[in-house]
Nanobody
């Protein structure tokens, strides 16, 4: 099993920045993808960004967050963490943000492709 714990959420004003963190522990994989999803009230959970575990790993972003959000990954022995730097936040970015992991190096945007999930963390952007 893999445990994922998110942190860094909160309430900010439009135009502000916020950095989310997700620490993984437990079972380890040699190749994996770490991703962020989000779910706004009354909406489906949607892909935000993902990064592969490969050194200099590939990234992928949803169109709605390109050029505003940056995903990065760090590895310390058997533990990995993924970060989401969110700049120029908008009220429409308000959602619960989830960290997720899948084995392999294919970045997929469908939530069913991901095997492990964090509990989610609230991000609220006021106008």
């Amino acid at each position: 099993q893999v445990q994922l714990v998110e942190s860094g959420g909160g309430l900010v004003a439009a135009g502000d920045s916020l950095r989310l963190s997700c620490a993984a522990s437990g079972r380890t994989f040699s190749m994996y993808v770490m991703a962020w999803f989000r779910q706004a009230p009354g909406k489906e959970r949607e892909f935000v960004a993902a990064v592969t575990s490969r050194l200099g790993g590939s990234t992928n972003y949803a169109d709605s967050v390109k050029n505003r959000f940056t995903i990065s990954i760090s590895r310390d022995n058997a533990k990995a963490s993924v970060y989401l730097q969110m700049n120029s936040l908008k009220p429409e970015d308000t959602a619960v943000y989830y960290c997720a992991v899948r084995q392999g190096l294919s970045i997929l945007q469908g939530q069913r492709a991901y095997d492990y999930w964090g509990q989610g963390i609230q991000v609220t952007v006021s106008s």
